[in-house]
């Protein structure tokens, strides 16, 4: 079955730099979640959108945005990184199939940001 | 969204049975109980999903007491690749963002 699909994996950026990160929801899924994770800790979520539009918003830094586009594909963007940015980027796909448990909530395999 | 209180860590030995409780006393009445399972680098992975009494999928059960303030992720005869943390979450079944509080880390040994 298809999954979350999350690019790059692997990503290093200087301080003060900026990254964009990639994350292709499951086909029909049409809510996009972005999670943070540093190291040793949990997940932190970060924004959410459902059809194109931001549902939800929650410890998201100023320097950070995101968007969801018309393929439902949504892409994060981070500009000036800081050393403590260094963490992994989950994003996670859910659908309106109410015949399915959780709605099919799916995380991707993440991308691991390494600011330097 | 209601606060979740797990062990902090667990140990136990291959072919035993896993038992994990979450304490949830502030769940609300459209809230359900969902675990998930997360190895070193990925992402955490549905586990389970459940309301009330009990749920039973091919990895694991879910038991839920009537007042609901507490469940228990039961894993039968864990191997070593059920090493992970587990992490209860409370809130509704329709997604939304999820809150991961602290979660178990479950170490099974040979």
């Known amino acids: 079955a298809a999954g979350v699909i999350q690019s790059p994996r692997h990503l290093i950026k200087e301080k003060r730099e900026t990254a964009t990160l990639k994350c292709y929801p499951i086909?029909?899924?049409?809510?996009v979640y972005w999670y943070q994770q540093g190291p040793g800790q949990d997940p932190q979520f970060l924004i959410s959108f459902y059809e194109k539009m931001q549902s939800d918003k929650g410890s998201i830094p100023d320097r950070f945005s995101a968007q969801q586009f018309s393929d439902y594909h949504s892409e994060l963007n981070m500009s000036s990184l800081e050393l403590g940015d260094s963490a992994l980027y989950f994003c996670a796909s859910s659908g309106m199939d109410r015949g399915r448990t959780n709605y099919g909530y799916t995380f991707g395999s993440g991308t691991r940001l390494t600011v330097v | 969204l209601a606060k979740t209180t797990q062990p902090i860590s667990m140990d136990s030995y291959e072919g035993q049975e896993v038992n994990i409780t979450c304490s949830h006393n502030n769940i609300a009445t459209n809230d359900y109980i969902t675990w998930y399972q997360q190895f070193p680098s990925q992402g955490p992975r549905f586990i389970i999903q459940g309301y009330k009494t009990k749920v039973t999928n091919e990895v694991a059960s879910l038991f839920i007491p009537a007042d609901r303030k507490s469940s228990t992720l039961s894993l039968p005869r864990v191997s070593l690749s059920d090493t992970a943390v587990y992490y209860c979450?409370?809130?509704?079944?329709?997604?939304?963002?999820?809150?991961f509080g602290q979660g178990t880390e479950l170490s099974v040994k040979p």
């Open positions: 979450l409370v809130g509704e079944s329709q997604g939304g963002k999820l809150i």
């Open positions: 086909p029909r899924h049409d809510t």
